[in-house]
């Protein structure tokens, strides 16, 4: 039963973002936000700038994770089946989310019992403690098997920093959007903008080792002749989804969902930006 279970999500992963799949992983992560939204409510856990904030977090420990299944040396992967499953799509960042609301649990009774001040301090040093044990893999395997490139980590990122300050003081000081200097806005922005610009150096200085995977990007990707023009896509996208959930968020009683949405948004860019700088950063 299990290794039915194995074969079948390994058939998954190995198809690739079609369509189909593409509608597949948007309902998965409607379901998601659905019950994350429960689960929140149900424990009466505050969610604010703060928690949001601290959640990405965790985002970067499923990007770094995801790295894992990457780890081939010599065609053989150094995480063995069927374990390295559980680091592909969705499994990865399903397994992150119980981690996290485990540890979110955990500090937020700690909180209730006047044993802390605030929840989001032990949720996010998990996160990052996780996060860095992750990271001290990546770097072994860099080590011992590859490389690790810190010069790819300050391209990439630095390009992703520029066009984000762009984006924001287009739309602070030409669209005269106040409310963009909300710093979740400005994550929002950066995540996807880092996504962009993985996808844009991979693929403009390395097109014979990396390709896009999602379909809309692909078409760009093919009528434009470069990686880069994901800017151009993320900000026509991003633009007026900041207009409309801001929108959003000045209706009464719907501030908690607003944060939810912006956080799966988050995590959408996020996500793949870490996994596909990583892998550039390990050459792999």
């Known amino acids: 039963m299990f290794e039915e279970f194995f074969t079948w999500v390994a058939g998954l992963e190995s ?38 904030l601290s959640s990405c977090i965790y985002v970067i420990l499923g990007g770094l994770l995801h790295v894992l299944d990457d780890m081939v040396v010599n065609g053989v992967s150094v995480i063995t089946y069927p374990w390295r499953l559980l680091f592909t799509t969705p499994q990865v960042y399903i397994l992150v989310m119980i981690f996290g609301l485990i540890v979110l649990f955990i500090s937020y009774q700690l909180e209730k019992k006047k044993l802390i001040l605030t929840y989001v301090k032990p949720f996010s040093a998990c996160g990052i403690i996780a996060c860095a044990a992750v990271l001290g893999i990546l770097i072994w395997f860099g080590a011992s098997y590859t490389t690790f490139d810190m010069g790819v980590i300050a391209i990439v990122v630095g390009i992703a920093a520029a066009a984000t300050a762009l984006l924001w003081a287009f739309l602070r000081f030409v669209c005269r959007w106040k409310y963009v200097t909300h710093p979740i806005y400005f994550a929002l922005m950066g995540s996807h903008f880092l996504d962009s610009s993985a996808t844009g150096f991979a693929l403009d200085l390395h097109p014979k080792q990396y390709y896009e995977q999602h379909v809309l990007g692909d078409w760009l990707i093919g009528l434009t002749g470069t990686g880069y023009s994901m ?47 990583f892998r550039m950063v390990l050459w792999i």
């Not at 998965?28 to 928690?51: C, D, E, M, Q, S």
């Not at 409309?244 to 793949?272: A, N, S």
């Open 15 to 52: 198809s690739g973002y079609t369509i189909p799949m593409t509608i597949i992983y948007a309902l998965l992560v409607i379901l998601g936000l659905y019950i994350l939204y429960r689960w929140i409510k149900r424990n009466k856990i505050p969610i604010n700038t703060a928690f949001v």
């Open 231 to 277: 800017f151009l896509l993320k900000a026509a996208i991003l633009i007026p989804a900041i207009w409309i959930l801001e929108k959003f968020r000045r209706q009464e009683g719907f501030e908690v969902l607003w944060y939810l949405v912006i956080f799966v948004m988050i995590v959408v860019g996020l996500g793949p930006g870490i996994r596909d700088l």
